[in-house]
């Protein structure tokens, strides 16, 4: 039988479960109401209401309705990453003061692309080798200041670099030579350095030496998006799942169009580079995109506002409880947002801080809370892992912080009561 006979043949069969019309006509079956499907009840996953802030193990952020909304349109299509990247960090760089920009997969990958990009070129030999320098050619040291040196700046030793640690100006001068590949910063440890923002910039203009600084929480204000563009600084690095409440595996890369360039030669998806690992799809990026434009857009001074209000309300609900002292305050660098500490006398309140973080983690609802006093960027991966060195101090402390911006509308109402009522039990129970 000829091919053309038997596919005249298929058409002439019936569709498989088909009715005649005029049944179909006659007969309606209502449209089955689809359920939601509740991933986190059914896996036995917890979730909870986070006032604690944009932490790493917590989540970081909820992201933006039109972020999840792209992420969900452009799912259904396929397309060239590349191109997505070209198209991407073309509106970002506009947006932010910079020659070029691309999405990573968050600040620590932008940190090492970026470092990447410096050190190969465009040369794709160079790409190659990575981490491997003897031999290349290739600069092996990144510049700091001793407090900026912390733990995120191992994303520097992935490409095979190491740190060089200083504490003046005249320090830096020493420490320069024919291996320095850049000058790193770290903004939110910048008044415990002695060298400024403006001066690390002047050294690395006068060396012909890239600069960097390391964002990642710092916003707001909206300002610092372009701030440090503005400023002079070669390279930017910051987080897209905090404030601007874009994907949390998603970050941006800013800065000057050669080394962003390079820097994509290093990324995927190019598979031979020392970042194949940094893998950001297509709808990451777009949505990544879209948080920044909503972000810069957003009424900051009526966001703000809110977040006051909502602080305000939780602090009201104890301030006059027995032996209770509260205080809000705003960090002058990472996280700025009214933070509330709420601290009480242990011979009134028969709890420490983790007690009282455990009773409203096991509470319903269940909600996060912090440590008061404690930068955000001590904690560490875990339910309650913070840096070793603060740990002991922080042991015993009968204090509890509490940030507003995370929470969704009504929640502080919930962290109010829920808080009230630990302490008065803490309080009740002294005896």
């Not at 298929?10 to 005649?20: E, I, K, S, Y």
Request: charged share 25%; aromatic share 6%.
């Amino acid at each position: 039988m000829k091919r053309r006979e038997i596919l005249k043949g298929l058409t002439a069969l019936p569709l498989a479960g088909a009715v005649p019309a005029a049944a179909s006509s006659t007969t309606t079956t209502p449209k089955a109401v689809a359920r939601e499907r509740d991933i986190f009840k059914e896996l036995g996953v917890r979730t909870f209401i986070n006032a604690a802030g944009t932490l790493t193990y917590m989540s970081g952020c909820l992201m933006r309705d039109e972020v999840v909304d792209i992420i969900n349109s452009t799912s259904k299509h396929f397309c060239m990453i590349d191109e997505v990247q070209d198209k991407v960090g073309e509106r970002i760089a506009q947006l932010v003061h910079s020659e070029a920009a691309m999405v990573t997969c968050g600040a620590f990958s932008a940190m090492t692309l970026g470092l990447a990009g410096i050190l190969t070129g465009e040369d794709v030999r160079k790409v190659e080798q990575l981490p491997h320098l003897e031999g290349t050619g290739m600069k092996s040291e990144v510049i700091c200041q001793k407090s900026h040196n912390e733990r995120y700046n191992h994303a520097f030793l992935n490409t095979g670099c190491k740190i060089v640690e200083v504490e003046t100006i005249e320090d830096v001068e020493k420490a320069i030579n024919e291996k320095t590949a850049l000058l790193h910063f770290l903004n939110i440890t910048a008044n415990h350095g002695q060298i400024k923002h403006e001066e690390w910039v002047a050294l690395g203009k006068k060396h012909n030496i890239p600069t960097s600084i390391d964002i990642a929480a710092d916003v707001p204000p909206v300002s610092n998006l372009w701030k440090f563009n503005d400023m002079g600084f070669d390279l930017v690095f910051i987080s897209g799942g905090k404030a601007i409440r874009g994907p949390q595996s998603a970050g941006i890369l800013m800065g000057r169009k050669n080394i962003i360039a390079a820097a994509r030669l290093n990324a995927p998806p190019r598979g031979y580079t020392v970042a194949r690992g940094h893998k950001v799809n297509k709808e990451e990026i777009l949505g990544m995109y879209i948080a920044l434009e909503k972000y810069i857009a957003t009424d900051h001074d009526k966001e703000w506002k809110e977040w006051e209000t909502r602080i305000a309300h939780i602090q009201n609900a104890v301030k006059d409880l027995p032996g209770i002292t509260t205080k809000i305050t705003i960090p002058e660098l990472g996280n700025v947002t009214p933070t509330l500490s709420i601290n009480w006398d242990d011979t009134v309140v028969k709890l420490t801080g983790r007690e009282m973080r455990d009773r409203l983690r096991n509470g319903n609802p269940s909600i996060e809370a912090g440590f008061s006093g404690l930068p955000l960027y001590h904690y560490q991966a875990g339910s309650d892992s913070i840096d070793p060195a603060v740990a002991e101090t922080l042991k015993g402390a009968n204090t509890v912080r509490v940030t507003a911006w995370m929470l969704q509308p009504g929640e502080e109402k919930m962290v109010a009561r829920r808080i009230r009522e630990e302490l008065l039990t803490a309080s009740a129970s002294k005896s």
